[in-house]
């Protein structure tokens, strides 16, 4: 499986981003999704996840109320909602798919590239 994301950019804080994960192949749908991101000199952390048919999500604390994670496995993407960005948010963001769902990056076996979000205060 082959992930690209996209959708990062530059935002002022307050504002709104939504980025995609989209997956190459017939058996994406049957992937586990979680988003991820690593702030510069920070440890990857977890931010959303999402099952297979997308009817289980889980959010890390921080993101709870912000970030909304879905997924339409017709177009092989997933896609991460952000709203009410603050400059914390800011981080490469990067999506990956595993068999199962879970909340570490060793859970996980496919990478995207990552993406940029920078929010501006």
């Known amino acids: 499986v082959q992930l690209v994301e996209s959708g990062g950019g530059l935002v002022q804080a307050g504002g709104s981003l939504r980025l995609s994960c989209t997956g190459s192949?017939?058996?994406?749908?049957?992937?586990?999704v979680g988003w991820f991101r690593q702030a510069s000199g920070k440890e990857r952390e977890f931010v959303a996840r999402i099952s297979p048919s997308g009817d289980s999500t889980g959010y890390a604390d921080f993101v709870k109320g912000r970030f909304t994670i879905s997924r339409d496995n017709a177009k092989n993407t997933v896609y991460l909602q952000m709203a009410s960005l603050k400059p914390d948010d800011t981080a490469v963001y990067y999506c990956?798919?595993?068999?199962?769902?879970?909340?570490?990056?060793?859970?996980?076996?496919?990478w995207g590239q990552g993406t940029q979000v920078t929010v501006s205060s």
């Open positions: 990956a798919a595993g068999r199962y769902v879970a909340d570490r990056p060793s859970g996980y076996d496919y």
């Open positions: 192949g017939r058996t994406f749908s049957s992937y586990a």
